[in-house]
């Protein structure tokens, strides 16, 4: 939920902080109504709309490994179902997903979140401090970043 709700933040701050004339109708309502657009449009979309441009290439490994590894475990402890019907979960049982998360899947989870975490706010800030929770998240993953350093180094 931390990507999820990072970038609900990043969304409701540029709303209220940018000039949001120039955008369609229908981007400006994916940013305002966080609770209807999916995890996949938020992280592919809200940080085009707010920087202008797409962080991630075509096919992004961050991008890929949080759709299709990290999100089924979230959406199984997210949403949980005691009800075994993967037709309606994207083609993935929740239930028995639930029951396989083990330390690994909990390390991967949180070293994929942290790298997007940093890559959309480079992204969508660039020439803003890290929040301090992120850089202490990027410490608990273990995960050096020489260019998140200089970049806090500069700016300083």
Same mark, same amino acid.
């Given at each position: 939920?931390?990507?999820?709700? /990072?970038?609900?933040?990043?969304?409701?701050? /540029?709303?209220?902080?940018?000039?949001?004339?120039?955008?369609?109708?229908?981007?400006?309502?994916?940013? $305002?109504?966080?609770?209807?657009?999916?995890?996949?449009?938020?992280?592919?979309?809200?940080?085009?709309?707010?920087?202008?441009?797409?962080?991630?290439?075509?096919?992004?490994?961050? &991008?890929?490994?949080?759709?299709? &590894? &990290?999100?089924?475990?979230?959406?199984?402890?997210?949403?949980?179902?005691?009800?075994?019907?993967?037709?309606?979960?994207?083609?993935?049982?929740?239930?028995?997903?639930?029951?396989?998360?083990?330390?690994?899947?909990?390390?991967?989870?949180?070293v994929t979140?942290?790298?997007?975490?940093?890559?959309?706010?480079?992204?969508?800030?660039?020439k803003e401090?890290?929040?301090?929770?992120?850089? $202490?998240?990027?410490?608990k993953v273990?995960? $050096?970043? $020489?260019?998140?350093?200089? &970049?806090?180094?500069?700016?300083?």
């Amino acid at each position: 939920n931390l990507i999820e709700a /990072y970038l609900n933040g990043i969304a409701w701050d /540029y709303l209220r902080t940018a000039d949001t004339d120039a955008l369609s109708n229908r981007r400006k309502r994916l940013l $305002e109504d966080s609770s209807s657009a999916s995890m996949r449009d938020k992280l592919l979309k809200y940080p085009e709309i707010i920087a202008g441009t797409s962080p991630w290439s075509t096919n992004d490994t961050d &991008v890929t490994q949080f759709l299709d &590894v &990290v999100k089924p475990f979230r959406d199984s402890l997210v949403h949980p179902s005691p009800f075994a019907t993967p037709e309606k979960f994207g083609g993935y049982d929740k239930l028995r997903l639930l029951y396989r998360i083990d330390k690994e899947t909990a390390d991967l989870a949180a070293v994929t979140t942290a790298k997007l975490a940093l890559r959309i706010h480079k992204h969508v800030k660039p020439k803003e401090l890290l929040p301090p929770w992120l850089e $202490e998240l990027w410490g608990k993953v273990g995960i $050096e970043d $020489e260019s998140s350093q200089q &970049v806090r180094a500069q700016d300083r």
